[in-house]
């Protein structure tokens, strides 16, 4: 019903700044709260940003300050902009967004595959 694809990942040198941009696509009809995750090896899925339909963010400390969240209504898109990067940035990003499939429904959780951000010098 509701497709969520990642693209941006890469390899950065710490220092270095990548983009990450993620894309809701099928049976919409509103999408609420829009998110990036993040999971490195032998770790939990963490949250490190999310922005709200009213625009309003909130960050994870750690990347506080380094990252910017941003999205485009029109467009079904949410962005995350990474600078600064540390090695210990090194994860599998992924988007997460709620969507409402109908006026009448509630909002569901949809996640993307992830994409790889590997900062290395």
């Known amino acids: 019903q509701v497709q969520v694809v990642e693209s941006g990942g890469g390899l950065a040198h710490p220092g270095g700044s990548l983009r990450l941009s993620c894309t809701a696509s099928?049976?919409?009809?509103?999408?609420?709260?829009m998110a990036w995750f993040r999971q490195a090896p032998g770790k939990q899925r963490e949250l490190i940003a999310d922005i709200n339909s009213r625009g309003e963010r909130n960050y994870r400390d750690s990347v506080r300050g380094r990252f910017t969240i941003s999205r485009d209504n029109a467009k079904n898109a949410v962005y995350l902009q990474m600078s600064s990067l540390k090695p210990e940035d090194t994860a599998v990003y992924y988007c997460?967004?709620?969507?409402?499939?109908?006026?009448?429904?509630?909002?569901?959780?949809?996640w993307g595959p992830g994409t790889q951000v590997t900062v290395s010098s």
């Open positions: 099928g049976r919409i009809f509103v999408v609420g709260t």
């Open positions: 997460n967004v709620d969507v409402k499939v109908t006026l009448y429904s509630t909002y569901s959780e949809y």
